[in-house]
């Protein structure tokens, strides 16, 4: 009998030196920049224009397609560069994109138009940025020779070699 009074003096000391209710939910970690844009994914942008809604864009598409995107500074000379014009609607559902502008690289068109879809939902954008129920965005996918790439809204200057 002694021994559980013990013992749960002791569960209820070690309870009292906790920080954190026992009753009460854990708070989750600090959102991080990746974070923030991954829990945007199908929620709304916080953006107040359209080129920061761009970049919202962009760093959805970079989260979304981490093996295929490169860090540091572009090469000199891009294996291809592909622009691609695509519409999202007012949830963040990409609705269509297009080709404009390619060196005709079939691998790498396919890439970018391939990290476009993979990255859908997008963020919502604000109604504000809307122009007939969607926002119209071009992107220009900078690849590398070895076939990753960055997108030129928030890649770094390219290598001067």
């Not at 695509?86 to 080709?99: C, F, T």
């Amino acid at each position: 009998m002694h021994q559980r009074i013990a013992l749960l003096l002791a569960v209820a000391a070690l309870a009292a030196c906790s920080s954190v209710p026992l009753d009460s939910p854990q708070l989750p970690p600090p959102a991080t920049e990746a974070s923030r844009v991954e829990d945007a994914a199908g929620g709304a942008s916080g953006a107040s224009s359209l080129a920061a809604y761009k970049v919202d864009l962009a760093k959805r598409i970079a989260q979304a397609n981490p093996i295929q995107v490169f860090g540091g500074r572009p090469q000199a000379l891009l294996r291809s560069v592909v622009v691609v014009k695509y519409q999202v609607d007012a949830n963040g559902r990409l609705l269509g994109s297009n080709i404009l502008r390619s060196n005709h690289d079939r691998v790498t068109e396919n890439t970018a138009l391939a990290a476009l879809r993979k990255a859908a939902p997008f963020p919502r954008p604000a109604a504000y940025l809307l122009r007939h129920g969607q926002v119209e965005v071009l992107e220009t996918w900078l690849f590398n020779n070895d076939g990753r790439f960055q997108l030129r809204t928030i890649a770094e200057a390219q290598s001067n070699e």
